[in-house]
């Protein structure tokens, strides 16, 4: 099959685009309303995902996925997607359309919560592996940006999504078994729609455990970051242990500081104090936690 053919192939399922210049020629160009946030996110095969526990599709929603939850995290809506892909010999073609079925997915489910946003570009290569970078586009919309560096002794910190869902389906599809945390390891839902509602101080997606992005919003912000485990335990999804909430990662829920009430949909989960890293329970946690690709 050409390269040609692979580009039809993906594209026969991409959603509209209301670019002013959409994906095919040299450069999409953008009409965004406001500022422009932009991130991009890898996808490695065998160590982001296995071929034998996720299908193409479950991999084209991840990428749109973990990408679109960094643009709303500062409150950007996820308006224009890119995916950059390396394919090896043994994907089928047939893979390879079930993947952009997965983009196709997610854009559709994006919908709902946040508003169109469509692919409007990428590129593929022959490569060894499967790899899958994804760069999102998010419109400010003439909102704030929310940084990491806004939490301050008193607020309270909040999170939204399914807390340790993904740490456990990992275990569970480990053991060969299935069930709903499996199915969100597989195909992580970020409330983006909250995200970018919310009056927050400080925000950012759980991606590499709670305890190791608190640790990143309390370095930035100059503060300490006190977690409640019965809170946390609360508000986590359902037979998540505490050690799978504080440390399990690739939930993309939303971590985030409020100076005032916890907002419709939110948990609150603890509180920020002076002081510098990460407390459970009053007491300082030494172990970075979480995953660390070079650790
Ligand atoms: N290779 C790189 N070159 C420049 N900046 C990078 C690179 N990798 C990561 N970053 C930046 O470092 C910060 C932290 O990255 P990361 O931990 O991947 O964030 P996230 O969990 O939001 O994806 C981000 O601002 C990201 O853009
Ligand atoms: C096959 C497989 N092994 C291990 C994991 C677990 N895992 C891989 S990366 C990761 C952390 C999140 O990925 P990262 O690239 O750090 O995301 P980012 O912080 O850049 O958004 C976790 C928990 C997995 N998802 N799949
Ligand atoms: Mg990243």
């Given at each position: 099959?050409?390269?040609?053919?692979?580009l039809?192939?993906?594209?026969?399922?991409?959603?509209?685009?209301t670019?002013?210049?959409?994906?095919?020629d040299?450069?999409?160009?953008?009409?965004?309303?406001?500022e422009?946030a932009?991130?991009?996110?890898?996808?490695?095969?065998?160590?982001?995902?296995?071929?034998?526990?996720?299908?193409?599709?479950?991999?084209?929603?991840?990428?749109?996925m973990?990408?679109?939850?960094?643009?709303?995290?500062?409150?950007?809506?996820?308006?224009?997607?890119?995916?950059?892909?390396?394919?090896?010999?043994?994907?089928?073609?047939?893979w390879?359309?079930?993947?952009?079925?997965?983009?196709?997915?997610?854009?559709?489910?994006?919908?709902?919560l946040?508003?169109?946003?469509?692919?409007?570009?990428?590129?593929?290569?022959?490569?060894?592996?499967?790899?899958?970078?994804?760069?999102?586009?998010?419109?400010?919309?003439g909102?704030?940006?929310?940084?990491?560096?806004?939490?301050?002794?008193?607020?309270?910190?909040?999170?939204?999504?399914?807390?340790?869902?993904?740490a456990?389906?990992?275990?569970?599809?480990?053991?060969?078994?299935?069930?709903?945390?499996?199915?969100?390891?597989l195909?992580?839902?970020?409330?983006?729609?909250?995200?970018?509602?919310?009056?927050?101080?400080?925000?950012?997606?759980?991606?590499?455990?709670?305890?190791?992005?608190?640790?990143?919003?309390?370095?930035?912000?100059?503060?300490?970051?006190?977690?409640?485990?019965?809170?946390?335990?609360?508000?986590?999804?359902?037979?998540?242990?505490?050690?799978?909430?504080?440390?399990?990662?690739e939930?993309?829920?939303?971590?985030?500081?409020?100076?005032?009430?916890?907002?419709?949909?939110?948990?609150?989960?603890?509180?920020?104090?002076?002081?510098?890293?990460?407390?459970?329970?009053?007491?300082?946690?030494?172990?970075?936690?979480?995953?660390?690709?070079f650790?």
């Open positions: 099959m050409s390269e040609d053919e692979l039809a192939l993906i594209a026969r399922h991409l959603p509209a685009s670019a002013t210049v959409p994906t095919g040299d450069c999409a160009v953008l009409a965004p309303k406001g422009v932009i991130s991009t996110d890898i996808l490695v095969e065998n160590v982001h995902f296995r071929r034998d526990w996720s299908s193409g599709a479950d991999i084209g929603w991840r990428c749109v973990q990408n679109v939850a960094d643009a709303a995290a500062m409150r950007a809506r996820p308006m224009s997607f890119f995916v950059a892909m390396t394919i090896p010999e043994n994907v089928t073609a047939d390879v359309e079930d993947f952009s079925w997965g983009l196709r997915e997610a854009c559709d489910h994006l919908y709902s946040s508003g169109p946003i469509a692919i409007d570009g990428g590129d593929l290569s022959r490569g060894p592996i499967i790899v899958a970078a994804g760069t999102v586009v998010g419109d400010m919309e909102r704030e940006p929310v940084l990491r560096s806004g939490a301050r002794p008193g607020h309270k910190i909040v999170h939204t999504g399914n807390l340790g869902a993904s456990r389906g990992y275990e569970l599809i480990q053991a060969g078994k299935t069930g709903k945390a499996v199915r969100l390891f195909r992580p839902e970020p409330p983006v729609n909250r995200a970018i509602g919310v009056g927050a101080t400080a925000m950012m997606d759980v991606s590499d455990g709670l305890v190791r992005d608190c640790r990143r919003i309390a370095k930035a912000s100059g503060v300490a970051l006190e977690l409640d485990s019965a809170l946390v335990t609360a508000a986590a999804s359902p037979d998540v242990t505490l050690e799978q909430a504080l440390y399990g990662g939930d993309h829920g939303f971590l985030a500081t409020v100076d005032g009430p916890v907002p419709d949909g939110w948990n609150e989960i603890g509180r920020v104090v002076e002081g510098t890293g990460v407390l459970v329970d009053g007491k300082q946690v030494d172990a970075m936690g979480g995953w660390d690709h650790g």
